[in-house]
């Protein structure tokens, strides 16, 4: 049973940092495209950052870019969301997602990830 967890969300003030941290078991990373999505109360999720399993190509939403920085650690079976200059627009439940990978890059829409955390809230005010 794949299974994934979120952890590392919380709060602070803008311009802070946080490590967001998504640890999967049941599956092999190695076959699966890894994403972060955010969602505020109201709207759709959206994609914040997504990464194939190869070559370590990564993809991220103009809104964060050059701010957020997404990894992977295979051999723990994790992956990150490392976010710096954090603003209050930032403020939303973040969820790490991941689908089979069938070639070209990760698709960027949540209805084609199949496996889901239970996300993390990060609040960014003063």
């Known amino acids: 049973q794949v299974q994934l967890v979120e952890s590392g969300g919380g709060s602070v003030q803008p311009g802070g940092s946080l490590r967001l941290s998504c640890s999967g078991s049941?599956?092999?990373?190695?076959?699966?495209?890894m994403a972060w999505f955010r969602q505020v109360p109201g709207k759709g999720r959206e994609v914040v950052a997504r990464?194939?399993?190869?070559?370590?190509?990564?993809y991220y939403a103009d809104s964060v870019k050059g701010r957020f920085t997404i990894s992977q650690d295979n051999a723990k079976n994790m992956w990150y969301l490392q976010m710096n200059s954090l603003q209050p627009e930032d403020t939303a439940m973040y969820y790490c997602?991941?689908?089979?990978?069938?070639?070209?890059?990760?698709?960027?829409?949540?209805?084609?990830?199949?496996?889901w955390g239970q996300g993390t809230q990060v609040t960014v005010s003063s």
């Open positions: 997602a991941a689908h089979r990978w069938s070639g070209g890059t990760c698709t960027p829409f949540a209805n084609d990830y199949t496996y």
């Open positions: 990464m194939l399993p190869v070559g370590d190509i990564q």
């Open positions: 049941g599956y092999r990373y190695s076959s699966n495209c």
